[in-house]
Structures are given as C-alpha cells and as structure tokens.
C-alpha cells in the first residue's frame, strides 16, 4: 500500500455467492448453456417462511423479465407444484402439510413455452428473513393451490435438502496501480458448479467497475463451494459469486 496525502489507501473486499439465476439466457438457448452436469439453469430463485400450518409465504427472485415461476414445495413422502405470476405469494399444502424443502423448477417468458429448469434448490428462512417474508406478502392475498401434485419414495438422509453454500472465499487481489486509481466497484460472477462441487465454469454476470472484472473472476476461480442437496442427491448449479472491492 501507499500512503497519499497522510490517507492510507486500503482494500476492503467482501465475496459471497447467492441462490441466483444465471442472466442473459432465453428460454430458447437455456438447455444448451447448461454445465456439464446437464443442469439447465434457471431464471429465478425462491425463499420461503411458514406462515402457518400448511402456509408458506414466498419470495422469488428473477434476473430477467417472467411471465410466471413454477414452484415445488416437497415434503418428506409429497411434492406440490406451484405456478406464480407475482414475486411473493402465499402457498397453501393440501391437508396442512409441512415442507421440508423448496425449488423453482420451471419458468415461463412472456408469449414463451415453460422451461423445465433445475431443481434450483431455494431455502426456508430463519426468524429474520421470515419476517422480511412475510412483511412483504400483500395483507389479504388469497393463498394459491398446488397445481399438480405428487407421491415421492421416502427421504433416506438425515440432510435431504442443502442449497448451495461457499466453502471458501478466495480474497480477491489488486494490483498497485488500481489502488492508487482507487478503483472500487461491485463484481457478480456466475458460477457454474457441478453435483461434485467443482467450479467447470465462470462469467462476468454485471459489473459496476469492468477494470476489475478480471480480479473478481480470478478470486471466483479460487474460491470453494459446496453443491447443493436436493431429496437426498447432489446438484449442479449456476450461482452469483459476489466480489465488492472498496478503496479508500
């Protein structure tokens, strides 16, 4: 580092990866930029909080302008889909079940046909995010019915259901010069990992700052994560790798 100014300029840098989905792709050429893993990524991603008995309150998130979002909540013997047209709803379980997982599964564009997608393995939140949650589903929303519905073999793992995690973080390098330009910005790199958690690919998803594009995908390549779980059986994925640089 170099002092200027009596100011030290230091980096300050945070990564983290995010149950995203990957930008950029249409329903049409989705499958074939699929990893290896034959995963075809999808274009939102879900978290859900109990609301109540059989109640589910939903939040999805989406990289790209959809008409609707296919929803499975699954149980420990059931599975129910859901077809969603707004970012939070409420999803009610036939009998008052209980969810024990959850995943978007498919989506649809505008004028587009649905796209068989994933499993992208979402999460059911802890007391604060489910508090968010449920602040953001509109007060007196009717709760939406399964779609379609399923019996599944019985869960065999203690874990049947892990979304994708960061093993490690690699801190991301700088060189002098960008710190001298006091170069700050945020970086989102997409990750494509496979069932065995090995990263087969990365992209620049957006940048605030292209000059340190190349540091944040470095980083992204150096970094660990670990596959999600879905009904027992590892996944592959695309995931948002988040690298903020600030100098100062």
Do not use: K
């Not at 379609?148 to 010069?177: E, K, Q």
């Amino acid at each position: 580092m170099t002092m200027t100014h009596r100011r030290v300029l230091a980096l300050v840098a945070t990564c983290a990866i995010a149950l995203i989905a990957t930008p950029g792709r249409s329903a049409a050429d989705t499958s074939t930029a699929a990893p290896p893993s034959a995963f075809v990524s999808c274009d939102a991603s879900v978290t859900a909080a109990q609301a109540g008995p059989g109640l589910y309150a939903i939040a999805t998130t989406v990289r790209e302008p959809l008409g609707e979002v296919d929803v499975r909540l699954d149980g420990a013997t059931a599975h129910w889909i859901y077809t969603l047209t707004s970012p939070h709803a409420l999803l009610a379980i036939p009998d008052q079940g209980e969810a024990l997982g959850i995943a978007v599964v498919g989506t649809r564009h505008a004028d587009d046909a649905p796209v068989a997608c994933g499993p992208q393995v979402g999460q059911i939140a802890g007391d604060i995010a489910r508090a968010r949650i449920l602040d953001a589903v509109p007060q007196g929303v009717p709760a939406v019915q399964p779609t379609s519905s399923a019996v599944d073999p019985p869960l065999n793992c203690a874990h049947p259901f892990v979304p994708a995690s960061t093993v490690h973080a690699a801190y991301p390098s700088i060189t002098m010069w960008q710190v001298q330009q006091r170069l700050s910005g945020i970086v989102l790199v997409e990750v494509d990992i496979d069932p065995n958690s090995r990263t087969v690919a990365t992209s620049v998803a957006s940048s605030t700052r292209p000059a340190l594009n190349e540091n944040a995908l470095a980083a992204a390549r150096a970094s660990t994560f670990h596959a999600p779980t879905y009904r027992c059986q590892p996944m592959g994925g695309s995931y948002i790798f988040t690298v903020e640089f600030d100098v100062q």
